[in-house]
């Protein structure tokens, strides 16, 4: 059920987030040591490649991996996270931006990564977030996808002791979403959540059509 005060769901993540930016930190740390087809994805782009992390979080472990390699910039709508970032991962370039309206022009990317954030936003947008990513990535462009394995519509609970909220459609779905949105799947699987108890994630790796 939606809280009483029936706050815009946008706004409920970025409170969560600022407000337990250090606690998700920790968790992050400790839970996602293994970065699901990170190495795959890794090896399919260019030495010089631009990479976003989208929904970046403090930039650990995902965006501190890639900038092993890449150059990265990483967005999250979160500013503590965003701040945080900042000094944990120098190399990479932060900024504080909704994933869901991105302000970077057409073929930007060379990739695009995003763990566990498109499944905060409401699930009705979800089509528009992955078209625009589509549309930020050159060709051949290839992007690391997070999505939610279940179908949930809305789900409003306690996460790191603040409210949170969660929407998505089952992996179905989002598979026949990608190919429907000009995207080649080169693999998929599905991954149990590292740090709570939400279920399970599909992570798909996809390569922009037309490549």
Known sequence: MPPSNSKD????????????????????????????????????????????DAGCGAGVPVTRFLTHTFRVVGVDFSLAQVRMGHQLVPPAHFTCQDIAQLAFPPDTFDGVCS?????????????????????LLKPPGYALLCLGAEDIEADYAPYLGVPMFWSHFDADTYLRMLTRLDFHLMTSQVVPDPIGPKGSHLFALVRKGGA
Do not use: M
């Not at 769901?9 to 839970?31: D, F, H, M, T």
């Not at 566990?116 to 549309?135: G, M, N, Q, S, T």
């Open 9 to 52: 769901p946008s706004q409920i993540v970025k409170e969560g987030y600022n407000r337990a930016a250090a606690r998700y930190l920790s968790a992050r740390s400790r839970g996602s040591a293994d970065l699901p087809l990170a190495g795959d994805f890794s090896q399919l782009l260019p030495e010089d490649a631009l990479v976003l």
């Open 115 to 135: 763990f566990y954030a498109i499944l905060h936003i409401p699930r009705v947008k979800h089509e528009l977030v992955l078209l625009d990513f589509h549309r």
